[in-house]
T-cell receptor
Framework: KAGVTQTPRYLIKTRGQQVTLSCSPI?????VSWYQQTPGQGLQFLFE???????NKGNFPGRFSGRQFSNSRSEMNVSTLELGDSALYLC???????????FGEGSWLTVV | KNQVEQSPQSLIILEGKNCTLQ??????????LRWYKQDTGRGPVSLTI?????NTKSNGRYTATLDADTKQSSLHITASQLSDSASYIC????????????FGDGTTLTVKP
């Protein structure tokens, strides 16, 4: 059974640009959540999607957005990138009502 | 405000030694508590999960304990190996969906030969 897949694994963007990250959850998982992790910092919750609807949202500005498709795949978008957006972005999936969330390997974003 | 606090922030031990990591939480109502291991630059991997009615759970050399009355959990690592060097994250949930989880900042463990 394939795990959570995130693409791209690494990317470099310039300030002011926008970026889209993709996440394919484990087959059968309907919940997808996104997290930001900056070097030396803990995981910060961005948002969670379930059945194409945003169910929970963290305290991030509106530049951070996401969506979920009918096949449960999810994308997150960051517009008008800032240097402080440089981080590891992690996606996680779980069953409906599942207790364990499974993380992908993350997408390393560097903003220069 | 619901919080999860982990201690120590970092820890260095010699290979073969045991260690214990702590997690104190104020999340209420409590649903479950999970410990994750995160290698540098990788995604976290689940080690253990406990509901409020469980007080211990083992996964190989990792043993997690939970005291729901004092809202404390610990992760004990036995006979440490170099590969145990990682960040260990405690996660406490209200309910079972990811958005209601509160993450600790993690403990960075370094195992030296």
């Amino acid at each position: 059974k394939a795990g959570v897949t995130q693409t791209p694994r690494y990317l470099i963007k310039t300030r002011g640009q926008q970026v889209t990250l993709s996440c394919s959850p484990i087959s059968g998982h309907r919940s997808v959540s996104w997290y930001q992790q900056t070097p030396g910092q803990g995981l910060q919750f961005l948002f969670e999607y379930f059945s194409e609807t945003q169910r929970n949202k963290g305290n991030f500005p509106g530049r951070f957005s996401g969506r979920q498709f009918s096949n449960s795949r999810s994308e997150m978008n960051v517009s008008t990138l800032e240097l402080g957006d440089s981080a590891l972005y992690l996606c996680a999936s779980s069953f409906e009502g599942g207790n364990t969330i499974y993380f992908g390997e993350g997408s390393w974003l560097t903003v220069v | 405000k619901n919080q999860v606090e982990q201690s120590p922030q970092s820890l260095i031990i010699l290979e073969g030694k045991n260690c214990t990591l702590q997690c104190n939480y104020t999340v209420s109502p409590f649903s479950n508590l999970r410990w994750y291991k995160q290698d540098t630059g990788r995604g976290p991997v689940s080690l253990t999960i406990m509901t409020f009615s469980e007080n211990t759970k083992s996964n190989g050399r990792y043993t997690a304990t939970l005291d729901a009355d004092t809202k404390q959990s610990s992760l004990h690592i036995t006979a440490s190996q170099l590969s145990d060097s990682a960040s260990y994250i405690c996660v406490v949930s209200f309910f079972t969906n990811a958005g209601k989880s509160t993450f600790g900042d993690g403990t960075t463990l370094t195992v030296k030969p």
